[in-house]
């Protein structure tokens, strides 16, 4: 039996999927993250290496099964991190071909496939990515915590601990956060928890989301500010794609990928209301399908035994 592999991989978690000969889903498996460059080449691999085992181990398969691979990876649009990437997989699976190609990329595949569309994808990170009719593609976001990433769960954490700060200060209204965001990171002081932060921001602030949330729900007004913040700046990343693309009279797909979402009737009222008044025909809704599953779909359509024979000669 051979196999099909597809991972979305991201600074929070790896997911992956494994497709049969035929499309079908075999098995799916989960692991740590894998954004080279939020983590390291050495801890992203050890989540590729973990998810890939959690769905061969369920489909009682081994590596040497695998025909082909697609890792979809925040952080992939680097030629250095593509090149590493895939030495790792080519050696993880010695009978299979190997593409590395960003997580903007499967999420893509996943809400349309081949045909023209937008996805907006809010986790650890924030972008945007889009192809028109014609197969033209643009991308916006992505560029990381300190000079992007808006609207992501990280940029919503650092929002909220800032909002603390100048609640001690004065400068801003006290803010329900205060007590909240300590306590869920077990920080007994504004001092551990500010240490804390300057020692692992990536490990901290994704992790306040949820409490922004409870604030949120809780009628907050800063942590309610905070998501309606976050639902503009994604709204912008998005809508960039939609204006440079061209589309935005035409109905297309734009589906929304990631941690952010579904979590919180006002921030997805308020986001998908930016949307629509930006792309009015748009079917604006969650990604149905996990994006590891449209990673393994490329996988499959690009190395086919048939195709691979033709396009690439064989393995290699």
């Known amino acids: ?8 991989g991201g600074g929070t978690k ?20 894998s954004n080279p460059l939020r983590i390291g080449f050495d801890q992203a691999f050890a989540g590729l290496n973990e998810a890939a085992n959690s769905a061969l181990n369920a489909a009682g398969a081994d590596a040497r099964q695998v025909q082909a691979v697609c890792a979809g990876l925040a952080g992939a649009g680097r030629p250095r991190v593509v090149k590493r990437v895939m030495a790792f997989l080519v050696e993880a699976f ?36 889009g192809r028109d009719a014609a197969g033209r593609k643009v991308r916006t ?10 609207g992501s769960a990280f940029d919503i954490g650092r929002r909220a601990v800032a909002a603390v700060a100048q609640a001690r200060d004065g400068l801003e209204p006290v803010t329900l956060l205060a007590e909240l965001i300590p306590n869920a990171l077990q920080c007994p ?8 932060v300057a020692a692992a921001p990536d490990e901290v602030f994704p992790r306040i989301f949820p409490v922004v949330l409870e604030a949120a729900e809780a009628d907050d007004p800063p942590a309610r ?46 986001l998908d209301a930016l ?28 190395f086919s035994p048939v195709k691979a024979e033709v396009v690439h000669g064989g393995k290699g």
């Not at 976001?141 to 808006?150: V, Y």
């Open 275 to 302: 949307l629509r008044s930006l792309a009015p025909n748009a079917q604006i809704g969650l990604l149905t399908e996990p994006p590891a599953r449209g990673a393994a779909r490329i996988a499959l359509r690009l």
């Open 225 to 270: 500010d905070i998501l309606l913040r976050a639902a503009f700046h994604l709204s912008r990343i998005a809508g960039s794609v939609i204006q440079q693309l061209g589309i935005a009279g035409e109905e297309f797909v734009l589906a929304k990928s990631g941690g952010v979402f579904g979590h919180n009737e006002m921030f997805d009222s308020a």
């Open 141 to 150: 976001g992505g560029f990381g915590p300190w000079i992007g990433d808006e």
């Open 189 to 196: 002081t504004w001092e551990s928890l500010t240490e804390r």
């Open 94 to 129: 010695p009978e299979a071909d190997v593409h590395v190609t960003t997580d903007l990329e499967v999420a893509l595949e996943t809400a349309v496939g081949t045909a023209a569309g937008v996805v907006l994808i809010a986790g650890t990170g924030s972008s945007a990515y």
């Open 14 to 33: 790896t997911e992956s999927a494994l497709l049969d000969a035929s499309g079908m889903l075999v098995a799916r498996g989960q692991g740590g993250p």
């Open 1 to 8: 039996m051979k196999y099909y592999l597809g991972f979305d």
